[in-house]
């Protein structure tokens, strides 16, 4: 195992790159390939992997890198790609198409801040866009995470259970541009975890179909209600996963999420990515003095994994839950899903608040108001703003 | 997997464009699949349709009106998808053709940019434009095909716009093989076809497609039509080798436009008086002429299909 000090995108380069590879005795891999800041880094890579059996197509924009990745996936190709906010944005169509086609490509969202106005900081939104769109997400929150999770992703998204595409994000310069020691995987490693890629409803000369043509209601229905199977059995194969992983590796990745010291917590806080290492740090020294406080570092957000979290959330009575993303007229999107998970459940108190957005650093002071305000509250209010970056 | 739309093994369904299909009586895309089918000599190629009638003519979940390997793409990705698909093929060495086959809107205007990027890689792609000129599909409205004059949806009184010149945008890219094709001349039709077959990279033809819904003509008069448009000069015949070499393959014989526009209730607004459609096939064809006689093609451009259709 090699232990090197890299980039979170480099880490994610390797990762897709080491995937790419493995398929090489199968029908080898294509990637579409357009560069935006903050993930251009992990498209550059990919174009400078040598494959003994793959291609990266460097494309006009991301509608067509996705678009390419399609193409190569419907021909029974390993396909993935890397995109970041505007980018990701201008992919949409094909995002969707992916999913609707059925298709295991893996795509790496560095995230960052939808414009205009401009800015190329850490912000949940773009890939949160994606939320309703029938794909995979993992958020993670370390390079190492992030290696172990393309990989994962790839092992679930082209399971047949599954087959629907996976995304994985981190977070924009924090992560993708930061340096960790890694331990990177061999090709053998990989090679043995992930079998060969079989897109089962792939183009063929032998048996010709029309795939993603017109259908009736009565399909439709029947499409979106396999496509929501396919989400319910997402967990159980992921389970599966990580223990083969683990086999593989030696070591065990998260799964859907982390929960910690919340057995006796009266308070929970919820926070992804970075953000949720800052917070751990904050709740070992709250618990230090003697507060019953716990967390949750979301990782899984699609399929959203209710029954962990109503598990995890236990018999707290206070949840908070920090956003960096904001939905305009609603608030923020994570806090969404979790009241999804708590509904009908008056004795909890669960409080959203706003902060980070655009990239504004949310540091231990920050974290610490926040859960000052939380533990003084008798009742929830609308989402609050927590302003960082003044 | 609800959205693969199964086939039986009986003799009609191997047909490129099997009987059943959606097609209105008179539609260009009948025609031109059927000749694509034919010169292809049962070689089977993928075809990627984005948006447009095309994709329509499969019919619905699950029959399929097309007899090879289909994919449906998004309004302006037929160019990517089939990039993906051709490098999925070529790493396993497997020759089937891979073709594009869209309309007007997804060539001229949504996909342009997708379609002059898979030129500019020169992707190994035969790009097959059937242009009717309109939006067919969403009931007829304007593009940038559409030509000067022609009544649409979104153009009540006539397009006052001239038809993009597809041909010398996809000539400036340099690919080894740009044409247009006419559905009345089928011998010059299956030799493009062969020729584009045998010709490596992105190849791009345009054929002029009869739509009789849209242009408001009789479906029997469809290849009459276009022959009237070749021989009046409003679309001309001809071939561009690595985007600089040309070779116009029909003259036209001075034909009055006039007989065109009057049979098409599109041409209304002009039919009386269609200047705007003479001027254009005057510049039109000072162009081409002066194209073919400072780059003329060479007897070696094309000369593989020379031998073969002699042989036939």
């Known amino acids: 195992m090699a232990r090197e000090l890299v980039t979170g995108n480099h880490a994610a380069g390797n990762a897709l790159a080491l995937a790419g590879e493995a398929n090489r005795n199968a029908r080898g891999c294509c990637a579409g390939a357009y560069p935006i800041t903050p993930q251009t880094e992990i498209i550059e890579y990919l174009r400078a992997f040598e494959f003994s059996k793959g291609s990266v197509i460097a494309v006009e924009s991301e509608h067509s890198a996705m678009g390419v990745c399609i193409g190569a996936s419907l021909a029974g190709g390993r396909s993935f790609t890397a995109s970041s906010s505007n980018g990701l944005a201008y992919m949409v169509e094909n995002v969707y198409a992916a999913g609707y086609y059925r298709l295991p490509i893996v795509m790496i969202a560095v995230n960052r801040t939808l414009g205009p106005p401009w800015n190329i900081w850490v912000d949940q939104g773009d890939s949160l866009m994606l939320r309703d769109a029938p794909w995979l997400q993992f958020y993670c929150d370390s390079h190492q995470d992030l290696v172990d999770t393309i990989l994962l992703s790839f092992r679930v998204a082209e399971d ?26 061999e090709q053998e490693k990989v090679d043995a975890f992930l079998p060969k890629c079989n897109v089962p409803h792939r183009l063929r000369h032998d048996h010709p179909t029309t795939v993603g043509g017109l259908t009736w209601p009565r399909e439709t229905e029947h499409h979106r209600i396999e496509i929501q199977q396919a989400m319910d059995r997402v967990p159980e194969v992921l389970t599966e996963a990580i223990a083969e992983f683990q086999e593989v590796f030696g070591r065990k990745p998260a799964g859907t999420l982390v929960a910690e010291q919340t057995e006796d917590a009266d308070t929970v806080i919820v926070a992804c990515n970075t953000m949720a290492r800052t917070l751990k740090n904050v709740i070992a020294e709250r618990r230090a003095k003697g507060e019953r406080i716990g967390m949750i570092r979301a990782k899984m957000f699609r399929p959203f994994p209710r029954s962990d979290f109503a598990a995890a959330i236990g018999s707290a009575k206070r949840v908070g839950v920090l956003d960096r993303n904001h939905s305009p007229g609603s608030g923020g999107i994570f806090w969404q899903e979790i009241a999804t998970t708590l509904r009908g459940r008056s004795d909890v108190l669960l409080q959203d608040y706003l902060v980070g957005l655009g990239g504004g650093d949310v540091t231990p002071t920050v974290i610490n108001e926040i859960i000052d305000d939380l533990v003084k509250r008798k009742e929830s209010s609308e989402p609050v703003w927590k302003e960082v970056a003044a | 997997m609800t959205i693969i739309a199964e086939s039986k093994p009986k003799e009609y369904c191997d047909y490129l464009l099997r009987p059943g299909n959606t097609n209105c009586a008179g539609c260009g895309m009948s025609i031109g699949l059927q000749w694509l089918d034919q010169a292809l000599a049962g070689e089977k190629p993928t075809l990627v349709i984005p948006a447009c009638c095309g994709i329509v003519t499969a019919g619905a979940f699950p029959t399929s009106g097309y007899g090879v390997p289909t994919a449906a793409a998004t ?15 070529a790493i396993n060495k497997e020759k089937n053709p891979i073709i594009c086959w869209a309309g007007d809107g997804g060539t001229y205007d949504i996909g342009i940019a997708t379609l002059s990027a898979a030129a500019e890689r020169n992707e190994d792609i035969i790009y097959i434009c059937y242009d009717n000129e309109i939006y067919g599909n969403t009931g007829g409205q304007r593009s940038s095909a559409t030509p000067e004059g022609a009544v649409t949806s979104t153009t009540k009184s006539g397009k006052g716009e001239r038809k993009k010149d597809i041909m010398a945008i996809m000539a400036g890219h340099r690919i080894p093989y740009a044409a247009t094709l006419s559905v009345a001349h089928r011998d010059d039709f299956l030799r493009k076809i062969k020729l584009a077959r045998a010709t490596k990279g992105f190849r791009f033809l345009l054929i002029l497609s009869p739509c009789p819904t849209g242009w408001k003509s009789e479906p029997d008069e469809s290849t009459d039509l276009i022959s009237t448009a070749v021989r009046s000069g409003l679309f001309p015949v001809y071939e561009v080798f690595d985007g600089k070499r040309y070779r116009i393959n029909m003259k036209p014989d001075e034909t009055p436009v006039e007989d065109y526009v009057k049979k098409q209730k599109r041409y209304r607004s002009v039919a009386a008086d269609p200047k705007g459609l003479k001027d254009y096939i005057d510049q039109q064809w000072r162009y081409l002429i002066g194209m073919a006689k400072a780059f003329p093609a060479t007897k070696d451009d094309g000369a593989f299909l020379a031998t073969d259709v002699k042989a036939e």
């Open chain 2, 75 to 89: 309004f302006a990705s037929s160019p990517a998808l089939a990039s993906g698909i051709s490098a999925i093929a």
């Open chain 1, 160 to 185: 047949p259970r599954v087959m629907l595409p996976a995304l994985v994000a981190m977070d924009g310069f924090v992560t993708s541009h930061t340096q960790m020691v890694v331990n990177l995987p």
